[in-house]
């Protein structure tokens, strides 16, 4: 295709020089100027530089399906977990970068062969198209009309009412399917948000060795994870469990603590608190051991664990949820109970 | 027998007898008592916490108290152990450059010979605190789990240090340091110890073999090998720094094409 071909809107004196257009006046300032006069491209007069576009353009197509094959015979030839070192990137899987490389080769050729070609091939002749009406003949909206009336007649609908109206309840019901399905999305949580596996006399295990904790095992400034007794990673529900009885163990010097509530539900200076943030649930672990604050990853709520746990910074709106936590006769830390309000982030029926 | 047994009443005999008895109890002394060597190692030691005794004075008692009290520039070193001592001196986080939000990682001003001296010297300020912790505590021997190291970096360091020990900011200044080319020896004296706003990680809660798990853990995810089959990990901070990439040198890369192939005429008379 060249600029060779003629068309009914650009007959070739029109487009070789710039006819079409008004001068500009002082009656008629906004007059339409025309198009420039067309240029030609080196592929539009010089033959061999067309065939010449024409071989770059089936090169990157051919290019393409090479890379293609090159797709399917990497994904065929490497094992999922062959590892090679390629300089810049390092230990990479040879899979994954064979057929990034290939599948991304295949498209781009595509997508330049395709740029190449209509910029130096296809015809590049500009072609004014006036706007017109959108609207339909005057004929085409009669017909059209006379039709549906015709419709609303032979069907009756106008008359039969009762065919009418139940066609419309009929439709009018079946989105209820829809909607009798959401029932699936229960039951209701119930209390399951107000309760967690704490309660009087579960001991308190290591979550790294799975051996229940002393109070002589915790160090002034260290950190420990604990969940409740009788919890096994093995239970069906486990994530579900631990998402609510995560607990944090941290030892500080009794006179640190300025809450007396906190000092009550402490041990020796051992104090257990719920791990999850009371903002939107993220485990909050970031326990700075000088400043004795907890911060949350997520949103930078700071909890000072020194004074019950109060919010100190971020968008947190509770205090984080203590548990008291005593010894047993057997020398082991143990709750004395459930925590006494729902962990985690605020809901409406919370209380 | 019959012939020792007649001369028993020799008038040389008792003589023999107590030759024998003071041969045996002399070899038996010599065998068993570790005296000497005691007493050369009690002197080294004290020589060694005498030596330390001088470097303090000179290199740290101006933050730390002059008998390791502390002041309000430095933290009470009584019972820290000589494990903490080794990690702040050998790491060079101590002496620190100036106060400030923490002491970061920098050059180490002691060598190994002083920074054991000092270790001795704050360890025999009070008991209490983690000894330096010799090899066959925290280098591998090739029986460490990884993927339970793994778990318990998730579960325990994960949340300052990121999920490959790429680090982390904490709070006014404060931050997680990033774990590569950290010696498998610093990491376990951190852990042992709770180095500046680091909780502790003791033995009684998390067992040798557990922290050697750990290292084995980073060793695999945060080492010059580590196998990473997605190609570049651009800082493994995670899906801020994917997106940030694909945002800016990807979309980037599209406008800049698209500019160059426009911007190109490909009309024969160029104007």
């Known amino acids: 295709m060249s600029s060779q071909d003629n068309s009914e809107e650009n007959p070739p004196q029109q487009q070789d020089d710039a006819d079409g257009g008004v001068l500009a006046t002082r009656d008629n300032p906004f007059a339409n100027p025309g198009l420039p006069p067309h240029e030609h491209r080196v592929q539009d007069i010089d033959e061999r530089a067309a065939k010449r576009s024409e071989r770059v353009v089936a090169g990157l197509f051919t290019l393409s399906m090479l890379s293609t094959i090159g797709f399917i015979a990497s994904y065929v030839a490497f094992p999922v977990d062959k590892i090679v070192y390629v300089f810049p990137i390092g230990h990479v899987s040879a899979l994954n970068l064979s057929l990034g490389l290939t599948l991304g080769l295949a498209l781009f050729c595509i997508g330049a062969g395709a740029i190449h070609w209509a910029r130096t091939l296809m015809t590049d002749v500009e072609v004014p198209e006036e706007r017109h009406d959108i609207e339909a003949t005057p004929e085409v909206r009669e017909e059209l009309l006379a039709g549906f009336q015709d419709g609303v007649r032979e069907s009756d609908l106008g008359r039969r009412k009762l065919v009418r109206n139940t066609l419309i309840g009929a439709m009018a019901m079946v989105p209820l399917t829809g909607l009798v399905l959401l029932r699936d999305l229960g039951p209701m949580p119930g209390t399951m948000l107000r309760h967690t596996k704490w309660a009087k006399g579960k001991m308190l295990i290591n979550e790294n060795t799975h051996e229940p904790l002393r109070p002589e095992d915790i160090a002034v400034g260290s950190l420990t994870f604990a969940m409740p007794e009788g919890l096994s990673e093995e239970d069906h529900d486990f994530n579900n469990q631990i998402a609510k009885a995560a607990l944090m163990i941290v030892r500080l010097q009794p006179e640190n603590i300025k809450d007396k509530r906190e000092l009550d539900w402490s041990h020796e200076g051992i104090v257990a608190f719920s791990k999850i943030c009371t903002h939107v649930g993220c485990p909050i672990s970031l326990y700075e051991q000088q400043t004795h604050h907890v911060l949350c990853p997520c949103h930078q709520s700071t909890f000072d664990l020194t004074d019950g746990g109060r919010v100190i910074f971020g968008p947190a709106g509770h205090a984080l949820p203590q548990l008291r936590i005593t010894v047993n006769d057997k020398g082991y830390l143990e709750a004395m109970g459930d925590f006494a309000e729902p962990v985690g982030p605020a809901y409406w029926e919370r209380g | 027998m019959k012939k020792l047994s007649a001369r028993r009443r020799h008038p040389l005999a008792a003589l023999v007898v107590l030759l024998f008895a003071l041969a045996a109890t002399g070899g038996l002394y010599a ?56 990690f702040q001196v050998s790491t060079g986080r101590m002496p620190a450059q100036q106060n400030g939000a923490q002491a970061p990682k920098k050059p180490k001003v002691y060598t190994a010979a002083e920074t054991e001296q000092l270790a001795a010297y704050v360890a025999s300020l009070g008991a209490g605190g983690p000894e330096t912790p010799n090899k066959s505590q925290y280098s591998l021997n090739g029986k460490e789990d990884a993927a339970n190291g793994g778990q318990l970096f998730r579960s325990n360091c994960a ?27 610093h990491i376990y004296e951190a852990m042992q110890t709770g180095p500046q706003n680091m909780p502790s990680f003791p033995d009684t809660v998390m067992p040798e073999k557990e922290k050697r798990d750990i290292i084995a853990y980073l060793n695999k995810v945060n080492s010059d090998d580590t196998e990473s089959p997605g190609g570049f990990q651009l800082g493994g901070l995670g899906p801020v720094a994917e997106g940030l990439f694909a945002w800016v040198f990807g979309l980037g890369a599209l406008v ?7 911007a190109r005429t490909t009309k024969a008379k160029k104007s």
């Open chain 2, 31 to 86: 065998a068993f008592a570790p005296a000497d060597k005691a007493k050369a190692d009690e002197a080294q030691a004290s020589l060694a916490i005498d030596e330390g005794k001088k470097l303090y004075a000179v290199g740290c008692a101006s933050c730390h108290g002059t008998g390791g009290q502390g002041t309000s520039d430095g933290p009470s070193l009584v019972g820290v152990g000589a494990a903490a001592v080794d």
């Open chain 2, 159 to 185: 949340q300052c240090h990121n999920f490959s020990g790429k680090g982390g900011a904490l709070s006014n200044g404060k931050y997680a340091p990033p774990l590569d080319g950290v010696s498998p020896k």
């Open chain 2, 256 to 262: 800049a094409i698209t500019i160059w192939v426009a």
